[in-house]
């Protein structure tokens, strides 16, 4: 088989979600339109004009992984180490039984759009307070995003190609696309694949207040993330991991993998426009759809659901909106699309590892999450979004996209899987 024809897939999943701590829990909590939203309870939020976000329930990493290991990881590194383990399991993935050569053949390319932003602010108040002498010789280690991918190969003892891409929020489906491509190319034959966030912090809310991004309706904090509705005021900050086991089709076809899905393409481009805001008329958006498209060798006309960035700002949702009109024309109204994340808030560098398995589920239950918390129409929004109910149809072709600070815009496909 020629390089450049080999097919990926995608046998294993794992997701840590404000809505559920696993992919199938996940599933059942967007069925039900649950909202993740609460006050914060990380610390004290007296001076903050936010005091809620999408906070991880129940989560104990000690009972996950050992609590001397835990103890040595940020959070974000901590989501990412648990939903790889997931991942692994549910694609029937005994890490301690594969031979060197298979090691040698399985990549970790998993990222983090932040990284240890709660290990930072901890380091510097020591810093502050009790002199560099003080300082964690696990900081630097503990903080950079690139951590994950490090820590889950040695964990599993995988020794093929192992980095991290970053690109703020669309840093999850970066790693992916990355991932499809080297297997696709014959660099690996699977990859642990994703992205993680833990940015509920002083810092964390701190910052993304000063640009002014988060809602502050701490009146409703279940019902603040509302994108496409013209009440919308911001997004609502989440964290989580999201992981996919992908692998090329060969390759799972010999150890008898279920397969959830066929990834099939990938696109990629930048607005060059602004640091934070997105091209008002979703160019850049627009051409990763495009790109991804044609990757995939599909039409527009072939995708039935798309699971949009949708974050719930003002701006974004609009220039989205443009961009989808401009790549599916009619065929925009035809299809369903929704923003997952009404309900899990937004998961900054996790949100594309996250929302494609929103976007597989839809694919495997021929079912459309809802984009929930919508009231008031906005004259601007005016596509299928899937409002407040799942809805029942024949799917087929999926596409998720995720964008980030900085124009990085990327858009994925995924297909039911067919010989």
């Not at 790889?84 to 029937?92: F, H, I, N, R």
């Not at 993330?225 to 089709?249: I, K, M, N, Q, T």
């Not at 809802?370 to 596409?399: E, G, Q, S």
């Amino acid at each position: 088989m020629s390089r450049t024809t080999r097919r990926v897939v995608v046998t294993g999943m794992g997701a840590l979600t404000p809505i559920g701590n696993d992919p199938n829990s996940f599933w059942s909590a967007m069925m039900e339109g649950k909202s993740g939203a609460a006050p914060i309870t990380y610390f004290d939020t007296e001076e903050y004009a936010t005091k809620f976000a999408c906070e991880l329930k129940g989560f104990d990493a000690p009972a996950l992984l050992d609590r001397k290991i835990a103890r040595r990881l940020d959070p974000f590194c901590q989501y990412a180490m648990v939903v790889a383990d997931q991942a692994l399991a549910d694609a029937g993935i005994d890490s301690s039984a594969l031979s060197t050569e298979q090691q040698e053949r399985i990549g970790v390319i998993y990222g983090s759009g932040i990284g240890g932003l709660q290990v930072l602010f901890d380091q510097a108040q020591i810093l502050v307070n009790d002199g560099p002498r003080r300082v964690s010789p696990f900081f630097i280690p503990m903080m950079i995003p690139d951590i994950a991918a490090g820590q889950i190969s040695i964990r599993h003892g995988l020794r093929g190609p192992n980095y991290s891409c970053v690109s703020a929020c669309a840093t999850g489906n970066n790693n992916i696309g990355d991932a499809f491509m080297l297997i696709r190319l014959g660099h690996m034959d699977a990859a642990i694949t994703g992205g993680s966030e833990a940015s509920i912090s002083e810092l964390g809310v701190g910052g993304f207040n000063a640009l002014k991004a988060l809602s502050t309706r701490n009146d409703d904090p279940q019902g603040a993330s509302r994108p496409f509705d013209g009440s919308r005021d911001g997004f609502v900050l989440g964290e989580g991991a999201g992981a996919l086991f992908v692998e090329e089709l060969e390759h799972a076809k010999a150890r008898g993998a279920r397969i959830y899905a066929e990834l099939l393409g990938v696109g990629m481009s930048g607005d060059a426009h602004h640091i934070t805001a997105p091209d008002p008329n979703g160019l850049g958006a627009r051409n990763a759809m495009l790109a991804s498209i044609r990757d995939a060798g599909i039409e527009a006309t072939d995708v039935d659901y798309l699971n949009m960035h949708g974050t719930s700002t003002g701006l974004g949702d609009i220039a989205e909106t443009n961009a989808i009109k401009s790549v599916f024309g009619d065929h925009a109204y035809k299809m369903n699309v929704s923003s997952t994340k009404s309900m899990t808030g937004h998961l900054l560098g996790a949100a594309g590892a996250v929302e494609a398995i929103a976007a597989i589920g839809a694919l495997t239950h021929q079912t459309i999450p809802p984009t929930i918390n919508f009231n008031t129409p906005d004259p601007d929004c005016d596509l299928n979004y899937t409002f407040n109910k799942p809805v029942k149809r024949d799917v087929n072709v999926v596409m998720s996209n995720a964008f980030g600070f900085g124009g990085h815009n990327t858009s994925v496909v995924f297909g039911k899987f067919s010989e």
